[in-house]
């Protein structure tokens, strides 16, 4: 499995999650906060979907504030859907790190190429 193929299921994976997190909550601004949390995942994966160079960069930046937010609701929510927010901090962190181990193999690459004469 190559780095973007983990990248591209972490962020199907967040999506679910966050659609998840906010469909278990009754409130009135449901629609708003489903649209604010997965406009910008959604915005990553066609970005990472058309190949822009600046996908890999940006999902990972964004991946970020979803760990944060994650492990801020792990610590703070007492009710059945804990499981979620880390589950939700797990996910992120594993974008990260495929983003992270993404740039690391191409700079490794570019390293190995023989220099010209």
């Given at each position: 499995?190559?780095?973007?193929?983990?990248?591209?299921?972490?962020?199907?994976?967040?999506?679910?999650?966050?659609?998840?997190?906010?469909?278990?909550?009754?409130?009135?601004?449901?629609?708003?906060?489903?649209?604010?949390?997965?406009?910008?995942?959604?915005?990553?994966?066609?970005?990472?979907?058309?190949?822009?160079?600046?996908?890999?960069?940006?999902?990972?930046?964004?991946?970020?504030?979803?760990?944060?937010?994650?492990?801020?609701?792990?610590?703070?929510?007492?009710?059945?859907?804990?499981?979620?927010?880390?589950?939700?901090?797990?996910?992120?962190?594993?974008?990260?790190?495929?983003?992270?181990?993404?740039?690391?193999?191409?700079?490794?690459?570019?390293r190995a190429k023989p220099g010209p004469l």
């Open positions: 499995m190559t780095y973007r193929a983990m990248v591209a299921l972490s962020l199907i994976a967040l999506i679910a999650i966050q659609a998840a997190w906010q469909l278990a909550f009754e409130s009135s601004a449901r629609v708003f906060w489903l649209l604010f949390g997965l406009a910008p995942l959604l915005a990553c994966l066609t970005a990472l979907a058309l190949r822009r160079p600046t996908a890999l960069f940006w999902s990972g930046v964004l991946a970020l504030l979803y760990f944060c937010h994650g492990v801020m609701e792990g610590w703070t929510v007492t009710s059945d859907i804990r499981w979620l927010a880390v589950l939700e901090a797990a996910v992120a962190m594993t974008l990260v790190l495929a983003v992270g181990a993404d740039g690391l193999a191409r700079r490794r690459a570019q």
